[in-house]
């Protein structure tokens, strides 16, 4: 379950943090995978995803656009489907398996994660009306 965005604008860096009880990553983290361009996965010991961290973060989570702080950075499948205002299996059917729908960022065994932003993107190009969606996750910014 996401835990945690921190954006440290200083480095254009933010880091997603998907195991909340590793606040402290120091000791955790076994191996850094690059994922795609500017995306780096850290994985425990046994392969397990402690977080993400996305290079480049202000073009990539646009935000400049966003105000102060990236609200609901990614999205899985429920947190898209409620975006679109449809159940999850329709989502699943009628958006995220098509061909030209954002690609994730990363597939986990619970299920895919996507950039808000991307979803965002492809519905007003489709002019899809965005639903509000969930709360916020916990965000923080460091210098």
């Known amino acids: 379950m996401l835990s945690t965005v921190q954006i440290d604008r200083e480095n254009d860096l933010a880091y997603i943090l998907l195991r909340p009880e590793l606040q402290d990553r120091r000791g955790v983290v076994s191996r850094s995978v690059r994922i795609a361009e500017d995306f780096i996965v850290d994985l425990d010991h046994d392969g397990q995803i402690v977080g993400i961290e996305i290079l480049h973060a202000s073009s990539r989570l646009k935000?400049?656009?966003a105000g102060e702080t990236p609200c609901d950075v990614v999205a899985g499948v429920a947190e898209a489907a409620e975006m679109v205002g449809i159940?999850?299996?329709?989502?699943?059917?009628?958006?995220?398996?098509?061909?030209d729908f954002p690609a994730p960022i990363v597939a986990l065994a619970s299920g895919r994660l996507w950039l808000?932003?991307?979803?965002?993107?492809?519905l007003r190009q489709r002019s899809v009306r965005v639903e509000r969606g969930r709360p916020c996750a916990q965000v923080s910014t460091e210098p």
Do not use: G
Not at 87 to 99: E, I, Q, S
């Open 63 to 65: 935000l400049k656009q």
């Open 87 to 99: 159940k999850k299996p329709n989502f699943v059917r009628d958006y995220a398996n098509k061909t």
């Open 116 to 122: 808000r932003s991307d979803i965002e993107e492809y």
